[in-house]
């Protein structure tokens, strides 16, 4: 499988350019997205959805955000009640606020509104999606809508980000090595080395209740669980951490380090110093080979913060963290210009959007705690609604905010820059 798929995403640039198909526009879905659908170049069709253009920019072309969330095989959407809720893709639209359309993908064997019981994981999924969700053909498809998303009009082509959290993290890294027009690329909680390096790091994490030698037992028996995977690489009958055996042997041949070496983008990469899903020191090894090696790397080592960037004084179970990487992410994708630029963002309106919260787990879905409450919803952008839409939907709001948590506050030009006050 692995000497084939290192050419399925050259041979996909053979079919750059294809004109996507306008499947269903913003209005009929309910969302602030438009979907369309593309064929790639292993003959898939490949369904994503494109943020609409803003009526307010005169006709001028923006470029593209691509988003590659984490692992399973829930939708990008999901309804529930009236609404059709949005995962991260939402919350990076608020933060982009007109600067860049935001782009993203759903992967081959899901179909729109799908909601497993167990999201992160691929359990309960479609047998389609079990044969398809590999590293290459998921890049692949990526591939293929980012090519096709350039030739729609309003798009400027000229910049291009792609940016991934966790599993997305190696997804947007192999999409940048092939592609030479995107100019940046960002790895959130995306790891560095195999994966492999970050479960052994993680199983050898001391443990209150650890006796001598346990953490070396752990490492020796995560080995020994790997090397039952390699015997039988291909299934998808065949489960290991949430996953089946094809999906970990061809993520865990491939790391974000070889696949950014790749690429001659500009490099972000945000990794939170107590997460327990991917290993700081994964973090810190790849940004020492791509510093090593004179990339242009910005990077960020946010202390006390988990896999979706939250630190203990933000809410628990708010989108807080992620979207205030997002917004760093995209000010140093698209910086303002200007005082005058920076001021008329700040005056931009912006209208409240439903947000399906998930784990977001890439590795240790079955062990997380989080997970077992999933999937968790409540209208996320109410966090920022609160403040710039002051007749938003107070019941929207409240359900936003846990009962016991600190109320979020963000005037609008900390929107835009990242920082965020609790009271």
């Given amino acids: 499988m692995h000497s084939a798929g290192h050419c399925l995403l050259t041979l996909a640039l053979l079919s750059s350019g294809q004109t996507p198909r306008l499947d269903a526009d913003a ?3 309910g969302i602030p997205f438009e979907r369309y659908t593309v064929p790639d170049a292993l003959g898939r069709t490949v369904t994503f959805y494109l943020s609409k253009a803003s009526q307010n920019n005169g006709g001028e072309k923006k470029p593209i955000a ?32 007109g600067r860049a359309r935001v782009l993203v993908v759903e992967k081959p064997g899901v179909k729109y509104l799908d909601a497993p019981a167990r999201p992160g994981s691929a359990q309960g999924a479609a047998e389609e999606f079990l044969k398809e969700h590999t590293l290459p053909r998921w890049a692949t498809a990526n591939v293929a809508a980012l090519q096709a998303a350039w030739t729609l009009p309003g798009i400027d082509p000229a910049q291009t980000l792609v940016m991934g959290h966790s599993e997305g993290g190696l997804v947007v890294a192999r999409v940048a090595a092939e592609l030479p027009q995107v100019t940046h690329v960002a790895s959130l909680a995306g790891g560095g080395p195999t994966q492999l390096f970050d479960q052994a790091e993680l199983k050898s994490r001391p443990r209150a209740d650890d006796k001598p030698g346990d953490a070396d037992r752990r490492v020796r028996d995560f ?19 949430g996953h089946p055996y094809r999906r970990w042997s061809s993520f865990l041949a491939h790391s974000v380090i070889v696949e950014l070496l790749r690429t001659k983008a500009k490099v972000y990469l945000v990794q939170g110093t107590l997460d327990t899903s991917v290993s700081i020191k ?10 090593a090696r004179g990339r242009d790397v910005t990077e960020e080592r946010m202390d006390g913060a988990d ?5 203990a004084d933000m809410p628990k179970g708010s989108p807080a963290g992620m979207q205030n990487v997002f917004t760093r992410v995209l000010n140093w994708f698209l910086p303002y210009k200007s005082h005058q630029t920076l001021r008329a963002a700040v005056q931009t309106p912006l209208v409240p959007l439903p947000v399906l919260m998930d784990c977001g787990c890439t590795r240790l879905c079955r062990s997380t705690p989080a997970c077992e409450t999933l999937p968790r919803l409540f209208a996320g952008t109410a966090w920022v609604a609160a403040t710039n839409n002051r007749s938003g939907d107070k019941a929207a709001a409240g359900c936003a905010r846990r009962r016991d948590g600190p109320r979020r506050t963000q005037s609008p030009l900390a929107r835009l820059t990242g920082r965020t006050r609790f009271r």
């Avoid at 080995?223 to 951490?241: G, L």
């Avoid at 994964?282 to 510093?291: G, I, P, R």
């Fill in 282 to 291: 994964a973090h810190d090894v790849l940004v020492a080979e791509l510093k």
């Fill in 27 to 29: 209005m009929t879905l």
């Fill in 66 to 97: 691509l988003l590659v969330l984490g692992s399973g095989c829930q939708s990008l959407f999901q309804k529930r009640g009236e609404l059709v809720y949005g995962g991260y893709q939402n919350i990076l639209l608020h933060a982009a606020n």
């Fill in 223 to 241: 080995y020994e669980e790997w090397a039952q995977v390699q015997k039988n690489p291909e299934s998808i009958s065949q489960f290991w951490m």
């Fill in 307 to 311: 896999h979706g960037f939250l630190t």
